[in-house]
C-alpha cells in the first residue's frame, strides 16, 4: 500500500517555542492531505485539510494563525504550531487518501509532542 | 448531529472470536470503515463497507446494516497481537469520516 512518512516522531520543546511536523508521501502524489490530533484514549480529531497550493481547510475551534499549514507541494504538507504550551501536548497525525477507496486513507507514523 | 458509538473496552480469550459493535447516525453516508490503531502508533487500514452484507478478509470480518445505521467487526482465531483500538469511521455525504472513540481491546492467554 501507499506510504506516508511523518517527521519528527517525538519533539519536546520550552512553551513558546514552534515545532513543525512533515508529512510526506513517499510512492504516491497526494493532492489533500489531513491533519488529525489525538488525546490519551480519544479518538482522532480532524484538525485540519490541507490542499495542495491553496490554503488549509480548517475544522471549527481550530486555530488557524496557531496551526500553520503549508502544502506546498504533491508530496509534503507541514503543521507549524506556533508559540507551543503545554495544552498543545498531543500526538499529531497526518494522512493522505492512496488507496483505491475514497475513504482508505494512509497514515504517517504520528508525531508525539511534548511541550514543558 | 453526527454521532458514532461504539463500546470502551472488550476483553477477549486468545484463540477465541470476539464482535466489536458501531452504530452510527451521520448526515448522508459513503461508507462504513474499521481502522486497527496499536498503542502509540498510527491507524492502518482494515475493512470498508457501503453495501448490507458481510465482507470477509482472513480472519476479520466487517457487517453493515445501512438501515439500521449499524456496523460490526468480527475477528476470529484471536491472537496477542490483535490487542489494539479498533477504530469506526463512517463518511458522510461530503466525504468526511466521522470517527468513533475506539474500542481497546484486551487479549488474555
Known amino acids: 500500500g501507499a506510504v506516508v512518512s511523518q517527521h519528527p516522531s517525538r519533539v519536546i520543546c520550552k512553551s513558546g517555542t514552534s515545532v513543525k511536523i512533515e508529512c510526506r508521501s513517499l510512492?504516491?502524489?497526494?493532492?489533500?492531505m489531513f491533519w488529525y490530533r489525538q488525546f490519551p484514549k480519544q479518538s482522532l480529531m480532524l484538525m485540519a485539510t490541507?490542499?495542495?497550493?491553496?490554503?488549509?481547510?480548517?475544522e471549527q475551534g481550530v486555530e488557524k494563525d496557531k496551526f500553520l499549514i503549508n502544502h506546498a507541494s504533491l508530496t509534503l504538507s507541514t503543521l507549524t504550531v506556533t508559540s507551543a504550551h503545554p495544552e498543545d501536548s498531543s500526538f499529531y497525525i497526518c494522512?493522505?487518501?492512496?488507496?483505491?477507496?475514497?475513504?482508505?486513507?494512509?497514515f504517517g507514523e504520528g508525531s508525539r509532542l511534548t511541550v514543558l | 448531529g453526527q454521532n458514532i458509538d461504539q463500546p470502551t473496552e472488550m476483553t477477549a480469550t486468545e484463540g477465541a472470536i470476539v464482535q466489536i459493535n458501531c452504530t452510527y447516525q451521520?448526515?448522508?453516508?459513503?461508507?462504513l470503515f474499521w481502522y486497527q490503531q496499536h498503542a502509540g502508533e498510527a491507524p492502518t487500514f482494515l475493512s470498508y463497507?457501503?453495501l448490507d452484507g458481510l465482507e470477509e478478509k482472513g480472519r476479520f470480518s466487517s457487517f453493515l446494516s445501512r438501515s439500521k445505521g449499524y456496523s460490526y467487526l468480527l475477528l476470529k482465531e484471536l491472537q496477542m497481537k490483535d490487542s489494539a483500538s479498533y477504530l469506526c469511521?463512517?463518511?458522510?455525504?461530503?466525504?468526511?469520516?466521522?470517527w468513533g472513540a475506539g474500542t481497546k481491546l484486551i487479549i488474555k492467554p
Open positions: 494522512s493522505a487518501r492512496g488507496g483505491k477507496e475514497a475513504g482508505e486513507l494512509f
Open positions: 510512492d504516491f502524489q497526494a493532492t489533500t
Open positions: 490541507s490542499n495542495e497550493g491553496s490554503k488549509a481547510t480548517y
Open positions: 451521520t448526515s448522508g453516508f459513503n461508507g
Open positions: 463497507n457501503v
Open positions: 469511521a463512517a463518511m458522510d455525504s461530503n466525504y468526511q469520516l466521522i
